[in-house]
């Protein structure tokens, strides 16, 4: 379904570069779970290969379409409250569990889950909701928001982009090994994260405490 995603995307990376990057990623971090990183890392690959998709305009747009949509789910989360989320909220992958996991994840690691979150693909598309859910402060949020996205596009955005400039310098046996290495290094840190999301996960689920509805102020 990826891979599927990922031809589909190309077209609209080579027709709209960072705009196109930008959008995807705001859906993304309003709550939709749509492959963002996947977008950010494949726009960045091409700007490297390329050169014509500048950059740092890449990464700017693609923190600001993380930090817009973010905020936007933060508002939702706010002003619909677990009642709506916990009818609706499977549709997008926010089951029961992990709203009392993401309840009580906020209510002792807010900045932090806010931050680190940024680079995990669930947190990523939830953290926003859940922090409105859990009536995060406001200015806390953004705050913190905004220094997540800027790391995240930066470090995401600026890796695969190097990457992509050495594609064709090297070329050939070296840069297939090159290539095998990278893949294998990402899928197990992949599979390391998901398993330490889940046992983290189950130990929230078990000390969280659900309430019908969080007040929508403090």
Not at 59 to 85: C, E, Q, S, T
Not at 97 to 113: D, P, S, T, V
Not at 129 to 155: D, K, N, P, S, Y
């Amino acid at each position: 379904m990826i891979t599927a995603f990922n031809h589909a995307l190309a077209p609209w990376i080579a027709a709209y570069g960072s705009l196109a990057v930008a959008a995807l990623i705001m859906l993304e971090s309003l709550g939709l779970p749509l492959p963002g990183e996947t977008a950010l890392v494949s726009a960045a690959i091409y700007a490297g290969t390329t050169h014509r998709i500048d950059i740092s305009v890449l990464i700017l747009a693609a923190a600001a379409g993380a930090i817009v949509g973010g905020a936007a789910g933060y508002w939702i989360g706010r002003n619909a409250g677990y009642p709506v989320l916990l009818r609706h909220g499977r549709h997008i992958g926010l089951t029961e569990r992990r709203l009392r996991a993401g309840h009580w994840l906020f209510e002792n690691h807010g900045g932090k889950i806010v931050v680190f979150g940024r680079f995990f693909a669930v947190m990523r598309a939830l953290a926003a909701l859940l922090a409105g859910v859990t009536v995060m402060e406001w200015r806390r949020f953004i705050a913190f928001q905004t220094l997540a996205c800027l790391i995240w596009a930066g470090i995401y955005g600026g890796v695969a982009y190097i990457f992509g400039k050495q594609i064709n310098r090297f070329a050939g046996p070296l840069g297939a090994a090159a290539a095998v290495v990278i893949v294998a290094v990402g899928v197990a840190m992949v599979v390391l994260a998901r398993r330490h999301g889940e046992r983290l996960e189950r130990a929230a689920a078990a000390r969280a405490t659900l309430p019908d509805q969080l007040p929508h102020k403090r």
